[in-house]
Structure formats: C-alpha cells, structure tokens
C-alpha cells in the first residue's frame, strides 16, 4: 500500500538532547512537509522541501533541522535550542510541480513528542 | 498574506442529521485551492474534500459537499447523515496556485465537530 509512515508514534525527550523524527513515503512525491500541532490548536510549517537536497524554512524554523537525501526521506530534528518542543508533529507530502494536481497534501499518523 | 478563518471553535450535530461547517478566506489572488481536513481522534489529518477555485461546480464526496462563494471568499462543508465516525476535527485549508507560492499551505484554526446518538 502506499502512503507516508512516520516513527516513533510516541518519543520522549531529555533536557539538551537532539531527537530525530522520521517520515517516510513511498507515494513517489517530490515535496514533502512538517508541520507541528500544539494541543486545541491549527497547524503551523516547521520545514518544507519540494525535491531532493532542497528545503526551506516555514513559519517556526528556529530549534529544527531537516534535511533531504533522498526523495522518500524528510527527517526532522529537534534540537535542543528548541525550548518547547512537546507537541505533535505531523508530516506530509504532496506530488509537487506535477501539473494542477500536485497541490493536495497527504499527511502521515504523526508523532507525538514528550520532554521528560 | 492569505488568512483562513473558521468562526465555529466547535459544533454539535444529531446522527442522521445534517450540520454546515464555516469557512472564509482572505486573499488577492484569483487562483487558488480550497481542501477540508478531517482529524479525528487518532489524529490522523485526511483529506476530506477538495475545490479548485477555477471551477465554478461545488465539489462533492459522497455525504460531503461545500458551498463555494469565491466572491463571498466562503467555502462552507455540508455533512449530511452524520455519522457517529464523523466525530473530529474539521480544518479549513487554502493553497495559492502560483508557482511562487506553490508551497505555502494556510490552516484554518479548526471546528471540533461532535455527533450526538
């Protein structure tokens, strides 16, 4: 089946430790997405990356790295110049510059982050 | 700046009833996508139905319809026998078609949606 997968479902993260989210598709999309979700809240653009060794930075940049070494692959990282990372993170992606169709984005199950 | 606005924080519906969702916009350009999300509480984000602003026919998706008004810049979701699997989060979602500024997709603050037995 294809689709986007994201792991761990749950992580837990120490005081000044760097954590690595992964997300994975195999949908065959250029573009993929993160966004960040704080509870009763919309989501909000972390880091965007429309073709392999490209990304940009989205609305709340600061604390996260990505990067984009192959096109299936888009792991975040949250580093500990993050001050509060406790939330949900939510990756998607989307056909990209493929005609008029490429603009639906897809979204992965998330995962949710915890500093201990 | 594009802004997405849902005037709804929450709703409440009766099963096998029908409920309206609201949805405005605010934009200058004359292209565009519209998209409703649906998050229920797995919290998984789907795609629940999606309007190109160049078509002038509402969309539809089996018990899901929008009322699309491009001048009114409103795209309201109409769900009609509501189910009990309706229960969720709804967001509201503009994307410009323009090639810069392809990437930018704008949420809305979401309609929690709650369906009464």
């Known amino acids: 089946d294809g689709g986007i997968t994201q792991s761990p479902k749950y992580l837990f993260r120490k005081e000044g430790q760097n954590v690595t989210l992964s997300c994975e598709q195999n949908l065959n999309h250029d573009a993929m997405y993160w966004y960040r979700q704080d509870p009763g809240q919309g989501l909000r653009l972390i880091y965007y990356?429309?073709?392999?060794?490209?990304?940009q930075k989205g609305d709340i940049a600061e604390g996260y790295s990505v990067s984009r070494e192959k096109k299936e692959s888009f792991p975040l990282t949250v580093t500990s110049a993050q001050k509060n990372p406790t939330a949900f993170y939510l990756c998607?992606?989307?056909?990209?510059?493929?005609?008029?169709?490429?603009?639906?984005?897809?979204f992965g199950p998330g995962t949710r982050l915890l500093v201990l | 700046a594009q802004t997405v606005t849902q005037s709804q924080p929450e709703m409440s519906v009766q099963e096998a009833e029908t409920v309206t969702l609201s949805c405005t916009y605010d934009?200058?350009?004359?292209?565009?996508?519209l998209f409703w999300y649906k998050q229920p509480p797995s919290r998984q984000m789907i795609l629940v139905i999606r309007q190109e602003a160049y078509k002038q026919q509402n969309a539809t998706e089996n018990r899901f319809s929008v009322n699309f008004q491009k001048a009114a810049k409103s795209f309201s979701l109409k769900i009609s026998d509501s189910q009990l699997g309706d229960a969720a989060m709804y967001f509201c979602?503009?994307?410009?078609?323009?090639?810069?500024?392809?990437?930018?997709?704008?949420f809305g603050p979401g309609t929690s949606l709650s369906v009464i037995p």
């Open positions: 998607a992606s989307s056909p990209g510059l493929q005609g008029r169709a490429g603009e639906t984005q897809y």
């Open positions: 979602a503009y994307r410009s078609a323009w090639e810069t500024s392809y990437d930018k997709v704008i």
């Open positions: 934009t200058s350009e004359s292209d565009y996508y």
């Open positions: 990356s429309q073709i392999v060794n490209d990304f």
